[in-house]
């Protein structure tokens, strides 16, 4: 199971790589840009996933015998979340910005913004 969850991962990572690489949108762009960061949450979830693992919580004196979840995976994978909606929020009011002035959202067109 967990292998297919690696690969799954890959695939997303791959497929939204692609998909910017082959982008003529800024639009497209940005939502390849969040599957790609998608791929991240499912790697990040596979790697701390345990199999019949308890929450880590530990009562005072009771000796802990069982692997248990890591908890740092998960707020990793939270903050992850996190940051990726923040990026995209920030790529799509960039984008919105961008037609408003340039009247385009292919990277080609936008001559005026070459140095």
Do not use: E
């Amino acid at each position: 199971m967990q292998i297919i969850a690696y690969g799954v991962a890959g695939w997303l990572i791959l497929a939204g790589a692609y998909g910017m690489v082959r982008s003529r949108n800024l639009i497209h762009a940005t939502v390849c840009l969040s599957v790609c960061q998608s791929g991240t949450y499912v790697l990040l979830l596979a790697i701390g996933y345990q199999w019949n693992a308890p929450a880590p919580v530990f009562s005072p004196g009771s000796p802990v015998k069982l692997p248990v979840a890591d908890p740092v995976v998960q707020s990793l994978t939270f903050t992850d979340i996190v940051v990726s909606a923040t990026v995209t929020a920030l790529l799509l009011a960039l984008a919105i910005q961008i037609d408003k002035t340039h009247h385009t959202l292919d990277p080609d067109d936008l001559q005026s913004l070459k140095g």
